[in-house]
Structure formats: structure tokens, C-alpha cells
């Protein structure tokens, strides 16, 4: 049997270590695992050429959260609803439910959970008398206070080059002002609060100057090295940073404070819901072995020990009061209420061409390049186009 899957954080052993306790376990599976390009365009295009040809060449996949919708209709994944019966669904968290979940049938199981965070250098908030902000107005008022008594320090890092990182980042600022993009499968992308909001994202940059100009190109690790280096008082990131910025070695190691990411004003937070799923290839080989695997990986067991050794973070609501996490990892508790509010990006088979037309104007806004309102009208007549189109 092969599981394919992206690159291990960190290091691998932990995870080989389980592929071989299930094997010890399951006399006569054996477990070839495929480790796919670093890159998520790269593994879903892998996917979609070899799904598309009924490739029986793999038998379980790891997938983003966003694919499982567009892979299901396609009728590329087994239907997995019997492996997990209705009182067991509900011990995942609700947001990886509902994105493996394509009318009304299962085809994956959620793995492992990320959603869209605030970092804070605690110290720092602490020397100057603040608390982490809740309004987004707030974290501008504080980032311009302290910036201007410390040196070389950014008020404010994220992720903003022209990829799927900056759609989630542009929707945690959509939703946290009453924004969406599709409402019953009709594009609200135009919204004056999703206007407001992309202005405020640009205004970052060059009216508030809290955010430097180099977040136009950059993904998760350029600013989590900035901030591991002690040079930003705030990142929006996901929760792996973490268990690196405590290491022994880290620069700024006990220094570093996890909050939900703020709003606008009288406005709930909200966080992108990110993560990995298991489904198994419809044209598999090995079904039965292939839902073992996956009963395996997703077991609260294989969940914790990812946790406590690479830092996954459990889909599973009841490792969130586990002792031996909460003592290794004691702001895990605070994740536990970003997870329970985090939303999944339009939940659509026609994600992936949405998110085609938007990662382009939404970058082409926060450079400067286009007005928000053009850089939104236009999205809207593109996802208009393809919904028209395939329904």
C-alpha cells in the first residue's frame, strides 16, 4: 500500500515510528510512504493528472482542505461515511468537518488542524503597559507606540505574495468585518465591508507603516524568521511557529504570547481554517488496508503522539484537555476556541479556479497596483463567470 503525503515538519522519525507500529500491528500491510513536492500547487496538480488517468498507483492521500470538495465531485475518493459513524464526527472540530463533508457524504478524515493566529512579543507589550489587541485598530495604535521606542523592530509581519497564503490572510480581515465571498453560491466579494477591509490591509503598508514592504513577497517562513529573529512585534502566522520560537536555541524563546487575530470594531474574530485530511483513492488496489491506515492516523493515539513530537495539532477536541499536551504545550488551550470559530475558505467544488482569479487582484491591491474596488469588481465578474459556467 502507498500513503502519499507532503514533507514531515520537522523531523520525520516520530511519524516512521508510527508507520511502523501500525505495520507491527496489521500483520501483512505493508506501508510504502511517498513523500510528495514541498509546494501544495505542485501535490495537487500530482493529484489531479493521476486521479484523472485512475491511477491505482497510490492508495491513501493526505489532502489540503481545500481539495477534498473538488476531488469528491469528480468521484476520485472512496466514500468513507461508514468508517465514521455520526456520534464520532462529532469529536472533530466542526470547520474539518464540514470541508471533507460534499453533500452529505465523507470522503476524507481530518488529520491534523491549523487556523490563522496573532504572535505577540509579550515582553515587549508588558515593558510598555499594553494587552494584545482586540480590534485591528488597536494593534496599529499599539504597533506605532512601541516601534517608535525600539529599534529596528516591525510593528506588523504577514503573509502577503501572491498565493494561497494570501487568500487566507485576506479573509481573516473579510470575515472579521462581516465580509465573505460567496453567499449561497453567489460571489459577495464587492461588499463594502470587504472593500473597507482590503483598504485597511494596504493602509497598513503605506499609511500606518506598521507593516514593511517585503510582506508583498513573502509566505510563512520569510516572516517567521523575521520574527524568530526578535525584529516584529506582531505576525499573523499558523500555530507550527511555536514549538520553534521555544526551542533552547530560539532568540526570542519565552518571550512570545499567542492570541486570536483581532477584528474590526463590534465585529467578530475570525481565522482561515487550514489543515490535512486522509482520503483514500476511489481507483486503490488495497480499499480495505487503505481504511485501516486511515483509522490509524486519525486515532486520538497517533493524534497526540504527532502533537507532542512535530507539533500537529490534533482534529480531535478531547486532546485539547489531554495533561501530557497541555503540560508540553500549555497555550494548545487557547487554540482550542480559535479552532472551535476557524471557517473554511469557500467550501466549493470550484475553489480552485476561484482562488485562480483572486490571489492575483487581491496582490494586485495590497501592491498598489489596482484600487480595492477594482481589484474586487474584477474578481467578482471572474467568479461569476465560473460559477455561470459550471452550474
Known amino acids: 500500500m502507498v500513503f502519499k503525503h507532503g514533507k514531515i515538519a ?29 509546494s501544495t500547487d505542485e501535490q495537487h496538480q500530482f ?50 468537518m464540514l470541508a471533507v463533508t460534499f453533500k452529505d457524504k465523507i470522503y476524507a478524515i481530518p488529520w491534523y488542524i491549523d487556523a490563522g493566529v496573532l504572535y505577540y512579543r509579550k515582553d515587549l ?3 510598555y503597559g499594553f494587552s494584545p489587541p482586540k480590534t485591528w485598530q488597536e494593534l496599529v495604535d499599539i504597533a506605532q507606540y512601541i516601534t517608535s521606542r525600539e529599534s529596528g523592530l516591525y510593528g506588523f509581519i504577514w503573509q502577503g505574495k501572491q498565493y494561497e497564503g494570501l487568500v487566507c490572510n485576506v479573509l481573516e480581515y473579510f470575515w472579521s468585518n462581516g465580509g465573505d465571498v460567496l453567499r449561497d453560491e453567489i460571489s459577495v466579494i464587492k461588499s463594502p465591508e470587504n ?24 509566505i510563512e517562513e520569510p516572516t517567521r524568521h523575521i520574527f524568530g529573529n526578535g525584529k516584529a512585534l506582531f505576525m499573523r502566522n499558523w500555530p507550527y511557529a511555536w514549538n520553534i520560537f521555544e526551542k533552547e ?8 504570547g499567542v492570541f486570536p487575530l483581532p477584528s474590526f470594531p463590534n465585529k467578530e474574530s475570525a481565522s482561515t481554517l487550514g489543515g490535512w485530511q486522509l482520503g483514500i483513492n476511489r481507483y486503490s488496489k488495497h480499499p480495505d488496508a487503505a481504511e485501516k491506515l486511515i483509522k490509524f492516523f486519525t486515532s486520538p493515539e497517533a493524534q497526540k503522539t504527532l502533537a507532542l513530537t512535530i507539533g500537529y495539532k490534533p482534529t480531535r477536541k478531547s486532546l485539547y484537555k489531554d495533561k501530557d499536551l497541555l503540560m508540553k504545550q500549555p497555550f494548545i488551550i487557547g ?48 467568479i461569476e463567470h465560473i460559477l455561470r459556467v459550471e452550474r
Open 195 to 218: 472593500v473597507d477591509a482590503l483598504h485597511f490591509m494596504r493602509d497598513l503598508i503605506v499609511k500606518y507603516k506598521i507593516t514593511p514592504p517585503l510582506v508583498t513577497t513573502a
Open 335 to 382: 487554540l482550542y476556541d480559535v479552532f472551535m470559530k476557524a471557517r473554511p475558505r469557500p467550501v466549493s467544488p470550484y475553489y480552485i479556479m476561484i482562488t485562480q482569479v483572486i490571489q492575483p487582484e487581491f496582490s494586485a491591491a495590497i501592491s498598489g497596483i489596482k484600487t480595492p474596488e477594482e481589484a474586487l469588481n474584477s474578481a467578482h465578474k471572474q
Open 249 to 256: 536555541s530560539s532568540a526570542i524563546k519565552g518571550k512570545v
Open 47 to 96: 493529484y489531479v493528472i493521476n486521479l484523472e488517468g485512475k491511477s491505482p498507483d497510490f492508495d491513501v492521500l493526505s489532502m489540503d482542505v481545500i481539495w477534498v470538495p473538488e476531488f469528491a465531485r469528480a468521484g476520485w475518493l472512496k466514500d468513507l461515511s461508514l468508517i465514521l459513524s455520526k456520534n464520532e464526527q462529532k469529536e472533530f472540530f466542526l470547520g474539518p
Open 125 to 127: 507589550l508588558q515593558k
Open 10 to 38: 520537522g523531523d520525520p522519525e516520530p511519524f516512521k515510528k508510527l508507520l511502523k507500529k501500525f505495520e507491527e500491528e496489521n500483520p501483512g500491510i505493508k506501508v510504502k510512504d511517498e513523500i510528495l513536492p514541498a
